[in-house]
């Protein structure tokens, strides 16, 4: 079979997951992005993303143990370590720290039920209350060198990267594509949207998609007061709030809230912290951190896409294949997203809950 010709619209980690998985298979890969490499516009920058296989239902739990795989995959062939394995706690409300304790035990996942004063003899610098599970398969992502990593791995296997190069439109004759650009048009067999959140502005009129909320979300660091203290992945349920938290290396210790912040435009958002979010965290420091500063030394924002269910959307609908509005925790499961993706569009089926008529 003759390769394809394949446009990747997007270069965040889920354009460069397709990009690689697609180029390594022999097709002819052209990404384009519309801004800068590295750029803070959306939602795969920065250095650190959790690792975790925590999660109430047991498909998750599952998906992330496959994605585990093709990490490392990923770091054999880009010949770096890429994912820390710290360990990962779930914490808090005994409700939803069970309902995760038995997904984790459906999918055969080892884990430890902690006691509270067990977990905090093992992490001084944190405080527990209720159930605590520790998996320790979990921890964090290299997230800015794997994005990079899945980059180089497509360009060594031949695919093309084109950047700040804005896509004006995508338009359909037949069973091709093309993807008009301010002075070209590329013309394809597929085009992969990888494009988050402008997602919806690309596709409308194209593609029946699920409503895609896109919200800004607040992200803070806040140092150590022991430098050599060690830092599991958590996730603190309490109140009905998550907040989740993660060692950033250089940074330090990387807390937010999980969807809590307002609806936005990607293009005119004012890119600004929320000061109640700030808030609220620095408490959660004060609170249940005490091995931390409770000032933040860093703060940034980022964006989620997020489906009315959470799932993300892997499907086909002519020669244009919509790569999963990841709703807030898909970075984890980037690399296998980009196996799904180059299934797609050789012809396969993402699983039935990433289609668009799911």
Known sequence: MAPREVVVVGAGVMGAAAAWQLAKRGDNVIVVEQFVDGHERGSSHGASRIFRLGYPDPFWVHLG???????????????????????????GDAANVGTILAALDVAAVPTELLTPRVAADRWPGMRFEGSVVFQAGGG????????LAMIEEAQRHGAVV?????????????????????????????????????????????????????????????????????????????????????????????????????????????????PGSRERVVQFVERWMPGLVPVPVDEVTCL????????????????????????????????????????????????????LRR
């Open 65 to 91: 143990c496959e994605a585990l795989a093709v990490w490392h995959e990923l770091e054999h062939d880009a010949r770096v370590g890429l994912i820390v394995q710290t360990g990962s706690v779930d914490h």
């Open 140 to 147: 964090r992502i290299a997230s800015g060198a794997a994005r």
């Open 162 to 274: 084109r950047w700040e190069e804005p896509v004006r439109a995508i338009e359909v004759s037949g069973e091709r594509a093309r993807v008009v650009l301010d002075h070209e048009v590329l013309d394809a067999d597929t085009v992969v949207v990888a494009a988050g959140a402008w997602t919806s502005r690309l596709l409308n009129g194209l593609v029946d998609l699920p409503p895609l909320r896109v919200t800004q979300e607040s992200v803070f660091h806040f140092a150590p007061r022991d430098a050599h203290s060690w830092w599991p992945s958590l996730i603190h349920h309490h109140d009905g709030a998550t907040v989740y938290g993660l060692e950033t290396p250089g940074v330090g210790v990387k807390l937010a809230e999980h969807h809590t912040g307002p609806v936005v435009d990607p293009d005119t958002r004012d890119a600004m912290v929320d």
């Open 304 to 355: 989620y896409t997020t489906t009315p269910t959470e799932d993300f959307v892997i499907d086909r609908v002519g020669p244009v294949v919509v790569a999963s509005p990841c709703s807030g925790h898909g970075f984890k499961f980037a690399p296998l997203v980009g196996q799904m993706v180059a299934d797609v569009v050789a012809g396969e089926h993402a699983p039935e809950r990433f289609r």
